[in-house]
């Protein structure tokens, strides 16, 4: 029974991680005119994920998030803690795509993409270990206000990340 409720749950999310990749491939930029259509289309998925909540009655059901979805798909994709260099800019347009990148975090992103310079194309770098050295350091520098919440946020969706990574099975 457990596991027939995981598996529903496992496709639920799957669908509705379809469903939220198909809106953000066929968005197009916010006019007045496609409004109604987008409000349209966001209330399409919630209403699929109050569907989904309200089949699994039950009050032990966890349902994630849309953003943990996300951040999970995203995480089965790319590896924060060594990141092939080729990867960077597919890694950011992945982020922006699920709109898991705000506009204050996108900045502080450059740190990111700084560390990679004079690096192989074959290297891996540790974007997780670059923001968290990088939000230490501004604490310690005492940066500005913006500049420290721009660094804190990536570093919180790169913790997120990273926590969200599968784990491989170790062979006994």
Same mark, same amino acid.
């Given at each position: 029974?457990?596991?027939?409720?995981?598996?529903?749950?496992?496709?639920?999310?799957?669908?509705?991680?379809?469903?939220?990749?198909?809106y953000l491939q066929h968005q197009h930029a916010s006019t #007045?005119?496609?409004?109604?259509?987008? *409000? =349209?289309? @966001?209330? %399409? !998925? &919630? $209403?699929?994920?109050?569907?989904?909540?309200?089949?699994?009655?039950?009050?032990? #059901?966890?349902?994630?998030?849309?953003? *943990? =979805?996300? @951040?999970? %798909? !995203? &995480? $089965?994709?790319?590896?924060?803690?060594?990141?092939?260099?080729?990867?960077?800019?597919?890694?950011?347009?992945?982020?922006?795509?699920?709109?898991?990148?705000?506009?204050?975090?996108?900045?502080?992103?450059?740190?990111?993409?700084?560390?990679?310079?004079?690096?192989?194309?074959?290297?891996?770098?540790?974007?997780?270990?670059?923001?968290?050295?990088?939000?230490?350091?501004?604490?310690?520098?005492?940066?500005?206000?913006?500049?420290?919440?721009?660094?804190?946020?990536?570093?919180?969706?790169?913790?997120?990340?990273?926590s969200a990574r599968p784990v491989a099975k170790m062979v006994?």
């Amino acid at each position: 029974m457990a596991s027939a409720v995981a598996s529903n749950q496992q496709q639920e999310a799957a669908m509705l991680l379809s469903a939220l990749s198909n809106y953000l491939q066929h968005q197009h930029a916010s006019t #007045a005119a496609n409004a109604d259509t987008d *409000a =349209v289309k @966001v209330d %399409a !998925v &919630a $209403s699929t994920d109050t569907k989904a909540t309200e089949d699994n009655a039950s009050p032990a #059901a966890y349902v994630p998030s849309n953003r *943990a =979805v996300l @951040v999970s %798909a !995203v &995480a $089965s994709e790319f590896n924060i803690q060594a990141l092939p260099v080729n990867e960077v800019g597919g890694f950011q347009a992945r982020l922006q795509q699920y709109g898991l990148l705000s506009d204050q975090a996108l900045n502080a992103l450059a740190l990111v993409n700084t560390a990679r310079e004079g690096l192989a194309e074959d290297d891996t770098i540790d974007a997780l270990g670059i923001i968290d050295q990088a939000k230490t350091k501004f604490d310690e520098l005492g940066a500005s206000y913006s500049q420290r919440k721009q660094v804190s946020q990536l570093h919180t969706l790169f913790s997120n990340l990273a926590s969200a990574r599968p784990v491989a099975k170790m062979v006994s």
